[in-house]
């Protein structure tokens, strides 16, 4: 019953929710890890999408799907600076978000991200003018295929993937002389 669950399932499902479509007695945990572990070395697996669990192609068999990928917009450079810093921030709130990237951000880029539902709304923070905070959904860590936010890239990958300057961040004294400082001189 779980494995047709799973597999019928356009969106993760939570153990609760597998239990309560089940008849009384059953338990979708113990089914889940019976399921894993049939699946395991096989075109597909049981994965964990934050607190639910989805059947999603075998890692190792992700280039066999990407004709079936569709692309239907870029996001902008400001989006996926938004969308990081929700990620690695969250909860977080807008005037947070601007204090990180250090320019405002428009309602359109928060809008995009919450009609994608990558993003939804978290707890109010307890502050002066109770703002709202940001945090990543369940959608977001699909689509990522994580499991959690915790799983997101470190600065360590992120530097080793290229993604990153390999040069320390400003004000970090590193004893050495790379030549670079002149380039980054405002005087």
């Not at 338990?27 to 399921?35: F, G, S």
């Not at 964990?48 to 669990?53: L, Q």
């Not at 307890?126 to 499991?147: C, N, S």
């Not at 992120?158 to 405002?186: H, I, S």
Request: net charge negative.
């Amino acid at each position: 019953m779980v494995e047709a669950l799973l597999f019928a399932s356009a969106e993760p499902l939570s153990l609760a929710e597998m239990n309560g479509r089940m008849p009384h007695g059953c338990d979708a945990a113990t089914a889940v890890a019976r399921l894993r572990t049939r699946y395991e070395g096989r075109g597909v697996a049981i994965v964990r999408v934050g607190e639910a669990w989805a059947i999603r192609t075998a890692p190792d068999l992700g280039y066999l799907m990407q004709k079936e990928t569709v692309e239907t917009r870029k996001l902008s450079r400001a989006a996926i600076e938004t969308l990081a810093i929700i990620a690695y921030h969250q909860p977080v709130t807008r005037a947070e978000i601007e204090e990180i990237r250090g320019v405002s951000v428009s309602r359109g880029t928060v809008d995009q991200l919450l009609e994608l539902e990558w993003i939804r709304f978290g707890r109010r923070k307890m502050t002066p003018g109770r703002p709202v905070t940001y945090i990543v959904t369940p959608a977001f860590l699909d689509h990522f295929g994580l499991e959690s936010a915790r799983d997101l890239p470190g600065l360590r990958d992120l530097r080793a993937a290229g993604l990153l300057d390999n040069r320390p961040p400003p004000g970090t004294d590193t004893g050495e002389d790379d030549g670079q400082d002149e380039l980054f001189d405002d005087g």
